[in-house]
């Protein structure tokens, strides 16, 4: 897990999932990067399809 990964986590304890953007604000990540992060969460079953 890289540190955009970990920021991405973190900030979802913080802040129940609404949609990437409003993840990106509090994590302070580019769309993009919260997106890859996302997905790359997804595929080592860190969070669930459903986040």
Same mark, same amino acid.
Not at 6 to 20: H, T, V
């Given at each position: 897990?890289?540190? &955009? =990964?970990? +920021? ?6 913080? !802040?129940?999932?609404? @949609? &990437?953007?409003?993840?990106? !604000? /509090? %994590? #302070?990540? %580019?769309? #993009? /990067?919260? @997106?890859?992060?996302?997905? =790359?969460?997804?595929?080592? !079953?860190?969070? +669930? +399809? %459903?986040?």
């Amino acid at each position: 897990m890289n540190k &955009q =990964e970990s +920021d991405i986590l973190n900030a979802l304890l913080i !802040e129940p999932f609404i @949609n &990437q953007r409003i993840l990106a !604000e /509090v %994590s #302070g990540h %580019s769309l #993009g /990067v919260v @997106n890859r992060s996302l997905k =790359e969460l997804i595929k080592l !079953e860190y969070i +669930d +399809d %459903s986040i």
